[in-house]
Every structure is written in structure tokens, then in C-alpha cells.
């Protein structure tokens, strides 16, 4: 199974912005609903935002709507979140990953190693 590989991460102070890229290769990916997910430490991993395989249809989870843009480049095979106004409660590890509906897809076990985003205070 293909294995996504984000990037982007890095440290920011609150009200800033960042951009992650999930780079996934492969037909595995081409045609689902993706997704970024996230996990603090101490904390579950949960659910930021999808999309769906045309790029037209975008879902957020309450906490970030508003903030966060999620889009895929077809022809690249890339994901992107672009986050912005951002708190120090969006620190996390973020990773993408093939998603139905809010939750990952079943039988996808492939994580990458996520990109790491501390925002300071």
C-alpha cells in the first residue's frame, strides 16, 4: 500500500500560517476522499479536514473551519492544508491519509511519518 509523505510543518507563533503538503503517489490515492488528521500529545488522533477525489467538494472539522483551506493537485498527486490564524491549540503531528467520511479509511494502515506543527504563544 502506498504511503503518504507530509511535509511543511515547523514552528509559528499564534496568528501565523503554514502550509503542509501530503505527497501521494499512486492510483490508491488518486480516486478516495482524503484527508489531514491530527494528534497532540496525550490525545487521540482526530479528524482536521477532507476532500473529495475531484477537489470540488471540502469538509472541515468545527475547530478549524474558517482557518484552514484543504486542496489537491490531481496531476501531482498532492494534498495541501493551508492553515492560518493559527493558535497554539493546533499543535499536533498532522497526517493525511484516505479518509471516509471523518474517519480513515478502513484497511489503511500505511501512516507516514506526519509533519510536526507547534504553534507558540
Known amino acids: 500500500q502506498a504511503q503518504p509523505v507530509e511535509s511543511g510543518g515547523g514552528l509559528v507563533q499564534a496568528g501565523g500560517s503554514l502550509r503542509l503538503s501530503c505527497a501521494a503517489s499512486g492510483r490508491t490515492f488518486s480516486s478516495y476522499v482524503m484527508g489531514w488528521f491530527r494528534q497532540a500529545p496525550g490525545k487521540e488522533r482526530e479528524f482536521v479536514a477532507g476532500i473529495d477525489s475531484s477537489g470540488r467538494n471540502t469538509y472541515y472539522s468545527d475547530s478549524v473551519t474558517g482557518r484552514f483551506t484543504i486542496s489537491r493537485d490531481s496531476a501531482r498527486n498532492t494534498v495541501t492544508l493551508q492553515m492560518s490564524s493559527l493558535k497554539p491549540e493546533d499543535t499536533a503531528v498532522y497526517y493525511c491519509?484516505?479518509?471516509?467520511?471523518?474517519?480513515?479509511?478502513?484497511?489503511?494502515?500505511?501512516w507516514g511519518q506526519g509533519t510536526q506543527v507547534t504553534v507558540s504563544s
Open positions: 491519509a484516505p479518509t471516509v467520511g471523518r474517519a480513515v479509511r478502513t484497511g489503511f494502515a500505511s
